[in-house]
T-cell receptor
Framework: GQNIDQPTEMTATEGAIVQINCTYQ??????LFWYQQHAGEAPTFLSY??LDGLEEKGRFSSFLSRSKGYSYLPLKELQMKDSASYLC??????????WGAGTKLIIKP | DAMVIQNPRYQVTQFGKPVTLSCSQT?????MYWYQQKSSQAPKLLFH???????NEADTPDNFQSRRPNTSFCFLDIRSPGLGDAAMYLC?????????????FGPGTRLTVT
C-alpha cells in the first residue's frame, strides 16, 4: 500500500528552528510536495523536490532523499504566523498525489 | 489575478437534501480535482477531470457526483448528504503537462449537515 508518515504535532518557540519530517512508501515517485494549511483554510504550496538534496526557497527550503524515502522541511526564524499544519504529499507513478495527514506546528512566544 | 474560486464558502444543508458545490478557475488548467478533508486528516481525493475525461476514485461513494461543463467550471453534487459528509470540500487545479504539476487550491467550502 501507499503510505505517508509525519508527526502529528510539534511545538516550537518563536525565533527558533524546527524540522518537520516526512517518510513515504509509494508506487513510483514523481516528486514530493510540501503544503502549508492554516486552520479552516486551503493548502498553499510551499516547495517541491524531485531530485535528492536541498531545494532552497527562502524560508521554506526542503530536503529529499529518494533512497531513504524521506524528506524534511526546515523552518528557520519561526514566526507566530507559521503556526499551521504542514502537509507532505508524494506524486505517484500515476501522477496522483498521496497525502500525509499533516503535522500541526504550534509556535509559542 | 489567476485563481481558483469556490462558492459558497460555507454551506448548510439538511440530512438527505441534495446540495451542489461549485468551483471555477481562471488558470486555464487541464486538470480539476475535488477533495474532501475532515479535521486533522489528509485531503481525500474524490475524483478528478483531465480535460473532459472523468476519473473516479474507487472508494468514492456513489452519493458523490461531479460535472465539468467546460474548462473553467466544475461542480460537486452530493445527492443525499449524510452526517458523515460534513467536511471541507477543496477544489484544486493543475496543468498536467510539465513538471511539477503543482496543485492550486481554492479556499474550500465547509459543508455542515443538520
Amino acid at each position: 500500500g501507499q503510505n505517508i508518515d509525519q508527526p502529528t504535532e510539534m511545538t516550537a518557540t518563536e525565533g527558533a528552528i524546527v524540522q518537520i519530517n516526512c517518510t513515504y512508501q509509494t508506487s513510483g515517485f514523481n516528486g514530493l510536495f510540501w503544503y502549508q494549511q492554516h486552520a479552516g483554510e486551503a493548502p498553499t504550496f510551499l516547495s517541491y523536490n524531485v531530485l535528492d538534496g536541498l531545494e532552497e526557497k527562502g524560508r521554506f527550503s526542503s530536503f529529499l532523499s529518494r533512497s531513504k524515502g524521506y524528506s524534511y522541511l526546515p523552518l528557520k526564524e519561526l514566526q507566530m504566523k507559521d503556526s499551521a499544519s504542514y502537509l507532505c504529499a508524494v506524486m505517484d507513478s500515476n501522477y496522483q498525489l498521496i497525502w500525509g495527514a499533516g503535522t500541526k506546528l504550534i509556535i509559542k512566544p | 489575478d489567476a485563481m481558483v474560486i469556490q462558492n459558497p464558502r460555507y454551506q448548510v444543508t439538511q440530512f438527505g437534501k441534495p446540495v451542489t458545490l461549485s468551483c471555477s478557475q481562471t488558470l486555464n488548467h487541464n486538470v480539476m480535482y475535488w477533495y474532501q478533508q475532515k479535521s486533522s486528516q489528509a485531503p481525500k481525493l474524490l475524483f478528478h477531470y483531465y480535460d473532459k475525461d472523468f476519473n473516479n476514485e474507487a472508494d468514492t461513494p456513489d452519493n458523490f457526483q461531479s460535472r465539468r461543463p467546460n474548462t473553467s467550471f466544475c461542480f460537486l453534487d452530493i445527492r443525499s448528504p449524510g452526517l458523515g459528509d460534513a467536511a471541507m470540500y477543496l477544489c484544486a487545479t493543475s496543468q498536467k503537462t510539465g513538471a511539477p504539476y503543482e496543485q492550486y487550491f481554492g479556499p474550500g467550502t465547509r459543508l455542515t449537515v443538520t
